[in-house]
Protein backbone atom coordinates (compact mmCIF):
# COMPACT_ATOMS: atom_id res chain seq x y z
CA UNK A 1 0.00 0.00 0.00
CA UNK A 2 1.35 3.09 -1.00
CA UNK A 3 0.67 7.10 0.37
CA UNK A 4 -1.09 8.96 -2.19
CA UNK A 5 -1.36 13.04 -1.54
CA UNK A 6 -3.82 14.85 -3.68
CA UNK A 7 -3.24 19.29 -4.38
CA UNK A 8 -6.92 19.87 -5.87
CA UNK A 9 -9.23 22.97 -5.02
CA UNK A 10 -11.94 20.98 -7.23
CA UNK A 11 -13.89 18.77 -4.51
CA UNK A 12 -15.57 16.49 -7.36
CA UNK A 13 -11.97 16.24 -8.62
CA UNK A 14 -10.44 15.59 -5.57
CA UNK A 15 -13.63 12.81 -4.65
CA UNK A 16 -13.23 11.07 -7.66
CA UNK A 17 -9.63 10.55 -7.61
CA UNK A 18 -9.33 9.16 -3.56
CA UNK A 19 -12.24 6.94 -4.54
CA UNK A 20 -10.28 5.20 -7.12
CA UNK A 21 -7.00 5.11 -5.12
CA UNK A 22 -8.65 3.81 -2.37
CA UNK A 23 -10.01 1.01 -3.58
CA UNK A 24 -6.54 0.38 -5.02
CA UNK A 25 -5.83 -0.44 -1.29
CA UNK A 26 -3.62 3.13 -1.47
CA UNK A 27 -3.89 5.41 1.81
CA UNK A 28 -5.48 8.82 -0.14
CA UNK A 29 -4.79 12.39 1.76
CA UNK A 30 -6.45 15.29 -0.13
CA UNK A 31 -5.71 19.26 0.02
CA UNK A 32 -7.15 21.99 -1.80
CA UNK A 33 -4.19 24.77 -1.06
CA UNK A 34 -0.73 24.24 -1.93
CA UNK A 35 0.11 25.43 2.24
CA UNK A 36 -1.87 22.37 3.08
CA UNK A 37 -0.35 20.09 0.62
CA UNK A 38 3.05 21.22 2.47
CA UNK A 39 1.94 20.58 5.99
CA UNK A 40 0.90 17.22 5.05
CA UNK A 41 4.56 16.36 3.02
CA UNK A 42 6.03 17.68 6.19
CA UNK A 43 4.25 15.58 8.57
CA UNK A 44 4.29 12.25 6.46
CA UNK A 45 6.00 12.23 3.17
CA UNK A 46 3.86 10.48 -0.04
CA UNK A 47 5.02 7.94 -2.15
CA UNK A 48 3.42 10.11 -4.84
CA UNK A 49 1.81 13.44 -5.10
CA UNK A 50 -1.02 14.52 -7.74
CA UNK A 51 -0.60 19.05 -8.05
CA UNK A 52 -3.05 21.32 -9.70
CA UNK A 53 -1.34 24.39 -11.18
CA UNK A 54 -3.83 27.07 -10.56
CA UNK A 55 -4.80 26.95 -6.69
CA UNK A 56 -5.40 29.24 -4.16
CA UNK A 57 -2.85 31.47 -3.01
CA UNK A 58 -0.12 29.69 -4.75
CA UNK A 59 0.66 28.23 -8.23
CA UNK A 60 0.98 24.67 -7.91
CA UNK A 61 3.82 24.24 -9.76
CA UNK A 62 6.00 27.38 -8.39
CA UNK A 63 5.70 24.78 -5.37
CA UNK A 64 6.58 22.33 -6.74
CA UNK A 65 10.61 22.58 -5.47
CA UNK A 66 9.39 22.87 -1.84
CA UNK A 67 7.34 19.21 -2.37
CA UNK A 68 10.12 17.40 -3.61
CA UNK A 69 12.77 18.82 -1.05
CA UNK A 70 9.89 17.78 1.68
CA UNK A 71 9.57 14.53 -0.59
CA UNK A 72 12.49 14.03 -2.85
CA UNK A 73 11.31 10.58 -3.44
CA UNK A 74 7.94 10.88 -4.58
CA UNK A 75 7.05 11.26 -8.17
CA UNK A 76 4.38 14.73 -8.77
CA UNK A 77 2.41 14.43 -11.56
CA UNK A 78 0.95 17.91 -12.49
CA UNK A 79 -2.67 18.50 -13.04
CA UNK A 80 -4.02 21.43 -14.97
CA UNK A 81 -7.51 22.74 -16.90
CA UNK A 82 -5.32 25.71 -18.49
CA UNK A 83 -2.65 23.69 -20.66
CA UNK A 84 -0.76 25.34 -23.25
CA UNK A 85 3.42 24.71 -23.70
CA UNK A 86 4.67 27.09 -21.37
CA UNK A 87 2.89 25.43 -18.54
CA UNK A 88 3.65 22.15 -19.48
CA UNK A 89 8.07 23.35 -20.18
CA UNK A 90 7.47 25.19 -16.07
CA UNK A 91 6.28 21.16 -15.08
CA UNK A 92 9.21 19.33 -16.59
CA UNK A 93 11.77 21.97 -15.75
CA UNK A 94 10.27 22.05 -11.87
CA UNK A 95 10.92 18.22 -11.91
CA UNK A 96 7.05 17.26 -12.90
CA UNK A 97 7.12 13.27 -13.26
CA UNK A 98 4.58 13.35 -15.59
CA UNK A 99 1.85 16.13 -17.17
CA UNK A 100 -1.95 15.61 -17.45
CA UNK A 101 -4.43 18.02 -18.76
CA UNK A 102 -7.92 18.06 -17.53
CA UNK A 103 -10.53 16.79 -18.28
CA UNK A 104 -9.01 13.76 -18.00
CA UNK A 105 -10.44 9.79 -18.39
CA UNK A 106 -9.64 9.04 -14.49
CA UNK A 107 -8.19 4.99 -15.92
CA UNK A 108 -5.49 7.23 -16.89
CA UNK A 109 -4.51 8.76 -14.10
CA UNK A 110 -4.29 5.37 -12.28
CA UNK A 111 -2.38 4.09 -14.71
CA UNK A 112 -0.29 7.47 -14.66
CA UNK A 113 0.30 6.96 -10.83
CA UNK A 114 0.78 3.70 -11.15
CA UNK A 115 3.40 3.75 -13.12
CA UNK A 116 5.00 6.82 -10.93
CA UNK A 117 5.27 4.36 -8.50
CA UNK A 118 7.13 1.84 -10.26
CA UNK A 119 9.33 4.30 -11.04
CA UNK A 120 9.29 5.84 -7.61
CA UNK A 121 13.11 7.10 -6.71
CA UNK A 122 13.97 6.95 -10.52
CA UNK A 123 11.65 10.01 -11.08
CA UNK A 124 13.19 12.24 -8.42
CA UNK A 125 15.93 14.32 -11.04
CA UNK A 126 17.55 17.69 -10.45
CA UNK A 127 15.39 20.71 -11.96
CA UNK A 128 16.66 22.23 -14.85
CA UNK A 129 17.07 26.19 -15.18
CA UNK A 130 13.59 27.28 -16.10
CA UNK A 131 13.40 28.93 -20.08
CA UNK A 132 12.90 32.34 -20.66
CA UNK A 133 10.95 32.43 -24.38
CA UNK A 134 11.41 35.06 -26.51
CA UNK A 135 7.66 36.59 -26.23
CA UNK A 136 8.05 38.59 -29.58
CA UNK A 137 7.99 35.02 -31.62
CA UNK A 138 4.90 33.10 -33.01
CA UNK A 139 3.08 31.00 -30.60
CA UNK A 140 1.90 27.52 -30.31
CA UNK A 141 -1.47 27.81 -29.54
CA UNK A 142 -4.29 24.71 -28.99
CA UNK A 143 -6.00 23.50 -25.82
CA UNK A 144 -7.00 19.90 -27.82
CA UNK A 145 -5.37 16.52 -26.47
CA UNK A 146 -3.38 16.50 -29.85
CA UNK A 147 -1.64 20.00 -29.28
CA UNK A 148 -0.81 18.71 -25.54
CA UNK A 149 0.79 15.68 -26.53
CA UNK A 150 2.96 18.32 -28.71
CA UNK A 151 3.44 20.38 -26.25
CA UNK A 152 4.71 17.69 -23.67
CA UNK A 153 7.30 16.37 -26.15
CA UNK A 154 8.75 19.59 -26.64
CA UNK A 155 8.75 20.20 -22.73
CA UNK A 156 10.59 16.71 -22.84
CA UNK A 157 12.59 17.39 -25.56
CA UNK A 158 14.01 21.22 -25.00
CA UNK A 159 16.72 20.72 -22.44
CA UNK A 160 18.42 18.13 -24.24
CA UNK A 161 20.57 18.67 -27.71
CA UNK A 162 18.86 15.30 -29.21
CA UNK A 163 18.17 15.60 -32.85
CA UNK A 164 13.88 16.71 -33.49
CA UNK A 165 12.35 15.25 -36.17
CA UNK A 166 9.05 17.50 -37.19
CA UNK A 167 6.70 15.65 -39.73
CA UNK A 168 2.85 16.71 -40.72
CA UNK A 169 1.16 18.44 -43.66
CA UNK A 170 2.03 21.35 -45.12
CA UNK A 171 1.11 24.47 -42.61
CA UNK A 172 0.74 22.43 -39.42
CA UNK A 173 3.34 25.10 -37.57
CA UNK A 174 6.52 22.78 -37.87
CA UNK A 175 8.28 25.87 -38.08
CA UNK A 176 6.92 27.55 -35.06
CA UNK A 177 7.37 24.31 -33.21
CA UNK A 178 11.22 24.30 -34.06
CA UNK A 179 11.61 27.83 -32.79
CA UNK A 180 9.47 26.69 -29.30
CA UNK A 181 12.22 24.02 -28.97
CA UNK A 182 15.25 26.59 -29.49
CA UNK A 183 13.50 29.22 -27.36
CA UNK A 184 12.87 26.80 -24.40
CA UNK A 185 16.01 25.18 -24.60
CA UNK A 186 19.50 25.93 -23.02
CA UNK A 187 20.99 27.53 -26.56
CA UNK A 188 18.03 30.05 -26.56
CA UNK A 189 20.82 32.76 -26.25
CA UNK A 190 22.23 31.25 -29.19
CA UNK A 191 21.39 31.84 -32.90
CA UNK A 192 18.05 29.98 -34.29
CA UNK A 193 19.05 29.45 -38.23
CA UNK A 194 16.30 28.20 -40.88
CA UNK A 195 16.99 26.87 -44.37
CA UNK A 196 14.07 25.55 -46.63
CA UNK A 197 15.82 22.48 -48.82
CA UNK A 198 12.98 22.68 -51.04
CA UNK A 199 14.29 26.89 -51.99
CA UNK A 200 17.76 25.81 -53.09
CA UNK A 201 19.00 24.60 -55.87
CA UNK A 202 20.82 21.06 -55.40
CA UNK A 203 23.73 22.40 -56.71
CA UNK A 204 24.14 24.65 -54.07
CA UNK A 205 22.91 22.77 -51.24
CA UNK A 206 26.33 21.43 -50.03
CA UNK A 207 27.94 24.76 -49.98
CA UNK A 208 25.02 26.17 -48.48
CA UNK A 209 24.96 24.13 -45.33
CA UNK A 210 28.48 23.50 -44.86
CA UNK A 211 30.65 26.64 -46.80
CA UNK A 212 33.08 26.27 -48.89
CA UNK A 213 36.94 27.49 -49.19
CA UNK A 214 38.29 29.78 -52.46
CA UNK A 215 38.19 27.98 -56.02
CA UNK A 216 36.11 25.08 -54.74
CA UNK A 217 34.28 26.36 -58.22
CA UNK A 218 33.63 29.00 -60.55
CA UNK A 219 32.65 32.31 -58.79
CA UNK A 220 34.15 31.12 -55.50
CA UNK A 221 36.03 34.06 -55.26
CA UNK A 222 36.30 33.79 -51.34
CA UNK A 223 36.30 31.28 -48.09
CA UNK A 224 32.49 31.62 -46.74
CA UNK A 225 30.72 30.02 -43.83
CA UNK A 226 28.16 27.66 -44.00
CA UNK A 227 24.92 27.60 -41.90
CA UNK A 228 26.11 24.79 -39.85
CA UNK A 229 29.06 27.37 -38.22
CA UNK A 230 26.50 30.21 -38.52
CA UNK A 231 24.42 28.19 -36.65
CA UNK A 232 27.11 27.58 -34.10
CA UNK A 233 26.43 27.74 -29.88
CA UNK A 234 22.53 27.47 -31.19
CA UNK A 235 19.79 25.42 -33.89
CA UNK A 236 20.34 24.80 -37.19
CA UNK A 237 16.48 24.10 -38.55
CA UNK A 238 16.45 22.09 -42.02
CA UNK A 239 12.98 22.58 -42.89
CA UNK A 240 12.26 20.06 -46.34
CA UNK A 241 14.98 17.62 -44.97
CA UNK A 242 13.34 15.10 -47.77
CA UNK A 243 14.86 17.49 -50.49
CA UNK A 244 18.63 17.07 -49.40
CA UNK A 245 19.96 15.37 -52.54
CA UNK A 246 21.78 12.14 -52.00
CA UNK A 247 25.42 13.05 -51.96
CA UNK A 248 25.00 16.17 -49.72
CA UNK A 249 23.28 13.28 -47.36
CA UNK A 250 26.16 11.60 -46.40
CA UNK A 251 28.06 14.79 -45.05
CA UNK A 252 24.91 15.64 -43.64
CA UNK A 253 25.41 12.41 -42.07
CA UNK A 254 28.44 12.72 -40.54
CA UNK A 255 27.51 16.39 -39.27
CA UNK A 256 25.51 14.78 -36.85
CA UNK A 257 27.69 12.06 -35.73
CA UNK A 258 31.17 13.29 -35.94
CA UNK A 259 29.57 17.39 -35.05
CA UNK A 260 32.50 18.21 -37.73
CA UNK A 261 31.93 19.51 -41.11
CA UNK A 262 34.42 20.21 -44.36
CA UNK A 263 33.90 23.10 -46.36
CA UNK A 264 33.04 22.52 -49.78
CA UNK A 265 36.33 22.32 -51.62
CA UNK A 266 38.61 21.65 -48.47
CA UNK A 267 39.44 18.36 -46.25
CA UNK A 268 40.46 20.05 -42.55
CA UNK A 269 37.48 19.28 -40.60
CA UNK A 270 36.20 22.09 -38.55
CA UNK A 271 34.44 21.20 -35.02
CA UNK A 272 30.66 21.99 -35.44
CA UNK A 273 28.55 22.99 -32.01
CA UNK A 274 24.96 22.77 -33.04
CA UNK A 275 21.92 21.02 -32.44
CA UNK A 276 19.81 20.27 -35.72
CA UNK A 277 16.13 19.92 -35.68
CA UNK A 278 14.60 18.50 -39.13
CA UNK A 279 10.99 18.90 -40.56
CA UNK A 280 9.25 17.33 -43.39
CA UNK A 281 5.86 16.95 -45.30
CA UNK A 282 6.49 13.71 -46.81
CA UNK A 283 6.55 10.16 -46.13
CA UNK A 284 9.86 9.46 -45.55
CA UNK A 285 9.94 6.02 -44.61
CA UNK A 286 9.03 4.34 -48.59
CA UNK A 287 11.78 7.11 -49.80
CA UNK A 288 13.80 5.07 -47.81
CA UNK A 289 12.57 2.24 -49.03
CA UNK A 290 13.19 3.28 -52.40
CA UNK A 291 16.52 4.44 -51.72
CA UNK A 292 15.95 7.86 -52.23
CA UNK A 293 16.70 8.74 -48.87
CA UNK A 294 19.43 7.30 -47.00
CA UNK A 295 18.03 4.80 -43.99
CA UNK A 296 20.66 5.78 -42.15
CA UNK A 297 20.25 9.29 -42.03
CA UNK A 298 16.32 8.84 -41.35
CA UNK A 299 17.26 6.85 -37.89
CA UNK A 300 19.48 8.86 -37.31
CA UNK A 301 17.17 12.14 -37.29
CA UNK A 302 14.57 9.85 -36.12
CA UNK A 303 15.71 10.24 -32.70
CA UNK A 304 12.73 12.15 -31.44
CA UNK A 305 9.89 12.44 -33.71
CA UNK A 306 7.26 15.10 -33.11
CA UNK A 307 4.11 14.88 -35.85
CA UNK A 308 2.05 18.01 -35.91
CA UNK A 309 -1.44 17.21 -35.85
CA UNK A 310 -3.82 18.50 -39.00
CA UNK A 311 -6.22 21.51 -38.70
CA UNK A 312 -8.93 18.46 -38.80
CA UNK A 313 -7.32 16.84 -35.95
CA UNK A 314 -7.78 20.16 -34.09
CA UNK A 315 -11.12 21.05 -33.82
CA UNK A 316 -11.50 22.02 -30.55
CA UNK A 317 -8.88 24.63 -31.07
CA UNK A 318 -10.47 26.16 -33.92
CA UNK A 319 -11.61 28.96 -32.33
CA UNK A 320 -9.21 29.46 -30.37
CA UNK A 321 -6.73 29.36 -33.15
CA UNK A 322 -8.88 32.27 -35.23
CA UNK A 323 -8.90 34.54 -32.11
CA UNK A 324 -5.30 34.18 -31.91
CA UNK A 325 -4.21 35.31 -35.21
CA UNK A 326 -7.52 38.12 -35.15
CA UNK A 327 -5.22 39.61 -31.93
CA UNK A 328 -1.85 39.37 -33.70
CA UNK A 329 -3.30 40.79 -36.75
CA UNK A 330 -5.20 43.90 -34.68
CA UNK A 331 -2.15 44.04 -32.29
CA UNK A 332 -2.14 47.61 -31.22
CA UNK A 333 -5.19 48.31 -32.28
CA UNK A 334 -8.99 47.69 -30.39
CA UNK A 335 -9.95 44.65 -29.96
CA UNK A 336 -11.75 43.03 -32.66
CA UNK A 337 -14.73 40.17 -32.30
CA UNK A 338 -15.91 37.16 -34.15
CA UNK A 339 -19.55 36.39 -34.42
CA UNK A 340 -20.87 33.26 -33.95
CA UNK A 341 -22.13 32.53 -37.92
CA UNK A 342 -18.07 33.54 -39.01
CA UNK A 343 -16.74 30.56 -36.49
CA UNK A 344 -19.49 28.37 -37.82
CA UNK A 345 -18.14 29.43 -41.47
CA UNK A 346 -14.42 28.74 -40.04
CA UNK A 347 -15.88 24.88 -38.93
CA UNK A 348 -17.40 23.92 -42.43
CA UNK A 349 -14.46 24.37 -44.03
CA UNK A 350 -11.95 21.36 -44.54
CA UNK A 351 -8.38 23.89 -44.26
CA UNK A 352 -6.08 21.17 -46.61
CA UNK A 353 -3.48 24.22 -45.51
CA UNK A 354 -4.29 23.95 -42.37
CA UNK A 355 -2.83 26.43 -39.76
CA UNK A 356 -1.38 29.01 -42.59
CA UNK A 357 -4.74 29.24 -44.92
CA UNK A 358 -6.89 29.41 -41.67
CA UNK A 359 -4.36 33.11 -40.28
CA UNK A 360 -5.01 34.26 -44.25
CA UNK A 361 -8.44 33.13 -43.99
CA UNK A 362 -8.78 35.21 -40.17
CA UNK A 363 -6.50 38.45 -42.05
CA UNK A 364 -8.33 38.93 -45.10
CA UNK A 365 -12.00 38.92 -43.39
CA UNK A 366 -10.04 41.64 -40.64
CA UNK A 367 -9.40 43.49 -43.72
CA UNK A 368 -12.71 43.14 -45.28
CA UNK A 369 -14.98 43.98 -42.36
CA UNK A 370 -13.14 47.25 -41.75
CA UNK A 371 -12.58 47.45 -38.34
CA UNK A 372 -15.96 45.87 -37.40
CA UNK A 373 -17.30 42.05 -36.33
CA UNK A 374 -16.04 39.44 -38.33
CA UNK A 375 -18.89 37.59 -40.02
CA UNK A 376 -19.37 34.53 -42.45
CA UNK A 377 -19.57 36.61 -45.12
CA UNK A 378 -16.25 38.42 -44.74
CA UNK A 379 -14.31 35.30 -45.74
CA UNK A 380 -12.45 34.75 -49.00
CA UNK A 381 -14.00 31.80 -50.92
CA UNK A 382 -12.61 28.71 -50.29
CA UNK A 383 -8.94 27.55 -52.32
CA UNK A 384 -9.33 25.91 -55.25
CA UNK A 385 -9.42 21.97 -54.52
CA UNK A 386 -11.24 22.89 -51.17
CA UNK A 387 -14.72 22.53 -49.91
CA UNK A 388 -17.52 23.54 -51.49
CA UNK A 389 -18.35 25.49 -48.85
CA UNK A 390 -19.85 28.73 -50.21
CA UNK A 391 -23.52 29.23 -51.64
CA UNK A 392 -25.46 31.43 -53.40
CA UNK A 393 -24.50 35.32 -51.75
CA UNK A 394 -21.35 34.79 -50.38
CA UNK A 395 -22.72 33.59 -47.33
CA UNK A 396 -20.36 29.64 -46.36
CA UNK A 397 -22.77 26.86 -46.02
CA UNK A 398 -22.82 24.88 -42.38
CA UNK A 399 -21.64 21.54 -41.68
CA UNK A 400 -25.43 20.92 -40.55
CA UNK A 401 -26.62 22.21 -44.46
CA UNK A 402 -24.41 19.79 -45.60
CA UNK A 403 -25.10 16.85 -43.79
CA UNK A 404 -28.63 17.25 -44.38
CA UNK A 405 -27.77 17.55 -47.98
CA UNK A 406 -26.05 14.36 -47.81
CA UNK A 407 -28.53 12.65 -45.82
CA UNK A 408 -31.46 13.28 -48.35
CA UNK A 409 -29.39 12.08 -51.01
CA UNK A 410 -28.30 8.92 -49.62
CA UNK A 411 -32.25 7.99 -48.48
CA UNK A 412 -33.25 9.23 -52.01
CA UNK A 413 -30.57 6.63 -53.24
CA UNK A 414 -31.66 3.75 -50.40
CA UNK A 415 -35.33 4.46 -51.53
CA UNK A 416 -34.94 3.93 -55.06
CA UNK A 417 -32.37 1.03 -54.86
CA UNK A 418 -34.78 -1.11 -52.27
CA UNK A 419 -38.20 0.37 -51.90
CA UNK A 420 -40.03 -2.18 -50.33
CA UNK A 421 -37.39 -3.38 -47.51
CA UNK A 422 -37.34 -1.84 -43.84
CA UNK A 423 -35.06 -0.92 -41.13
CA UNK A 424 -34.03 2.27 -42.81
CA UNK A 425 -33.26 4.04 -39.98
CA UNK A 426 -31.22 1.22 -38.60
CA UNK A 427 -28.93 1.36 -41.73
CA UNK A 428 -28.63 5.24 -41.48
CA UNK A 429 -27.23 4.74 -37.39
CA UNK A 430 -24.72 1.51 -38.66
CA UNK A 431 -23.78 4.43 -41.00
CA UNK A 432 -23.24 7.50 -39.37
CA UNK A 433 -23.19 6.80 -35.84
CA UNK A 434 -19.74 5.03 -36.02
CA UNK A 435 -17.82 8.13 -37.90
CA UNK A 436 -19.12 10.32 -35.23
CA UNK A 437 -18.16 8.55 -32.45
CA UNK A 438 -14.60 7.78 -34.29
CA UNK A 439 -14.41 11.70 -34.99
CA UNK A 440 -15.36 12.70 -31.51
CA UNK A 441 -13.16 10.53 -29.63
CA UNK A 442 -10.13 10.92 -31.58
CA UNK A 443 -11.00 14.78 -30.98
CA UNK A 444 -10.90 14.09 -26.90
CA UNK A 445 -7.80 11.72 -27.40
CA UNK A 446 -9.58 8.41 -26.36
CA UNK A 447 -10.58 9.88 -23.52
CA UNK A 448 -14.20 8.71 -22.99
CA UNK A 449 -15.66 10.60 -20.39
CA UNK A 450 -15.02 14.00 -21.94
CA UNK A 451 -16.31 12.32 -25.13
CA UNK A 452 -19.68 10.94 -23.12
CA UNK A 453 -20.03 15.09 -22.14
CA UNK A 454 -19.64 16.14 -25.99
CA UNK A 455 -22.09 13.69 -27.28
CA UNK A 456 -24.40 14.55 -24.15
CA UNK A 457 -24.72 10.49 -23.65
CA UNK A 458 -23.79 9.30 -20.15
CA UNK A 459 -20.73 7.00 -20.13
CA UNK A 460 -22.91 3.77 -19.77
CA UNK A 461 -24.72 4.86 -23.19
CA UNK A 462 -21.71 5.62 -24.64
CA UNK A 463 -20.15 2.23 -24.06
CA UNK A 464 -22.76 0.39 -25.03
CA UNK A 465 -22.68 2.34 -28.30
CA UNK A 466 -18.98 1.23 -29.06
CA UNK A 467 -19.09 -2.32 -27.74
CA UNK A 468 -22.05 -2.49 -30.69
Known amino acids: MSRILIIDDEPAIGWSLG ?84 PFDLDRVARTVARALADRGAAATAPADAAAPDSTLPSLVGSSPAMQEVFKKISLVSGSDLPVLLTGETGTG ?51 AGLFELAGGGTLFLDEIGETPLDVQVKLLRALEAREIARMGSATPRPVDVRVIAATNRDLPPEVAAGTFRADLYHRLLVFPIDMPSLADRGADLRLLAAHFLARHAAGGPPRRMAEDFVSALASRPWPGNLRELKHAVEYAAVVSRGGILRA ?57 PAVLERVLAAVGGNRTAAARVLGLDRGTLRSRLDR
Open 377 to 433: EHLPYPAEGGSAAVVAGGSAATADERLATAARSWADAALTAAADEGGLHERLLRIVE
Open 19 to 102: AIFADEGHAVETTATVEAGLEACAFAPPDAVLLDVRLPGRDGIDALPELRALAPAAPVVVMTAFGDLDTAVRAVNAGAYDYLVK
Open 174 to 224: KDVAARAIHAHSPRRAGPFVAVSLAALAPSVVESELFGHVRGAFTGASADR
